[in-house]
């Protein structure tokens, strides 16, 4: 939707859907252990001054509240599932609205309200004393409604009455509802599987113990290496010294960023500028 300027100068536009993920070894000092974006605070915070095409010249969040009323609306329900062994798969529901200052190109003061609504699905892998504990996020939100105005004369009752008005297409709807409960069914099957492997190879490194020591130290370094590589499915590519980078496995491509850092993706038209704001190079597979 394109902005709209009506009276006080109230203008408004909705932000497309975004999907992140992250991963990190708990208590591991690692390039790779960061979620940057893990709550609602933190993607309000990305989407209005971060790297996108949403945030605003010299952006600042100024005041937050809570929208359960935005829960309600989508009908959507947080869920949990026991992985055993201490381990467990989440979903959770945010909601808020975000109040930003920011400047226009012209240099004028201006005010921003952003609505937003989040799901965050959660997995925590327990590592059972033999490996960090490892904890994976994959986001998504819903469209988010902007509207913003000079300082002073922002209409926050007229953004809300706006928003309210819109109607959502019915079979646009009912197909984004099945591609969401295909992803969610993948997710949760994905998610079991890899309890499934936690869960086999305790057993299995509990059965080593009744063993010599001599066989049971070479059996656990052995069944050590496995664990480590179908949990952290790591994998290994040619970074830009010509160096050998141990990586977590995360799609076909990774691209070493201008900052030091790393991002693993399976679209092959990724363009790191566009997605990080950032120049980067891509790394070719350590034969």
């Known amino acids: ?30 390039k790779f252990s960061s979620i940057r974006i893990a709550r609602m605070l933190g993607f309000a915070d990305w989407l209005g001054t971060g790297c996108n095409f949403y945030a605003r010249i010299a952006a600042q969040m100024i005041d937050y509240r809570p929208r359960p ?33 920011f400047r226009s190109d012209q240099g004028e ?13 959660e997995t925590y892998i327990s590592g059972q004393g033999m ?6 996020i994959q986001g998504e939100s819903l469209p988010a409604w902007l509207a913003f105005a000079p300082a002073g004369e922002l209409d926050i009752m007229l953004s809300e009455q706006m928003r309210q008005s819109i109607e959502i297409n019915p079979s646009w709807q009912s197909e984004v509802l099945k591609h969401r409960r295909a992803i969610d069914g993948n ?18 490194i509990s059965n080593l113990n009744q063993k010599s020591f001599e066989d049971r130290a070479a059996a656990m370094e052995r069944g050590s290496q496995q664990f480590s590589d179908m949990m952290l499915e790591r994998d ?46 891509q790394l070719e597979r350590w034969n």
């Open 1 to 30: 939707m394109q902005s709209l300027w009506l009276r006080y100068e109230l203008g408004c536009s909705l932000a497309g859907p975004t999907l992140w993920r992250g991963h990190i070894a708990i208590g591991e000092m690692d």
């Open 69 to 101: 009323d935005f829960i309600q609306e989508t009908g959507i329900k947080p869920a949990q599932t026991d992985l055993g062994y201490g381990s467990w798969m989440r979903n959770h529901i945010d909601a808020g609205e975000a109040l930003f200052s």
């Open 109 to 121: 003061d201006m005010r921003m309200t952003v609505g937003l609504l989040v799901t965050v699905f």
């Open 131 to 136: 490996m960090a504990d490892m904890r994976f």
């Open 187 to 204: 997710t949760s099957q994905t998610m079991a599987e890899i309890g499934n492997i936690n869960r086999d190879t305790n057993n299995y």
């Open 236 to 281: 290994n590519w040619r970074d830009t010294d010509g160096s050998q980078l141990n990586a977590p496995m995360g799609g076909d491509n990774t691209w070493r960023l201008d900052d030091g850092s790393y991002v693993s993706t399976d679209d092959h038209n990724f363009n790191p500028l566009e997605s990080t704001g950032q120049f980067g190079t």
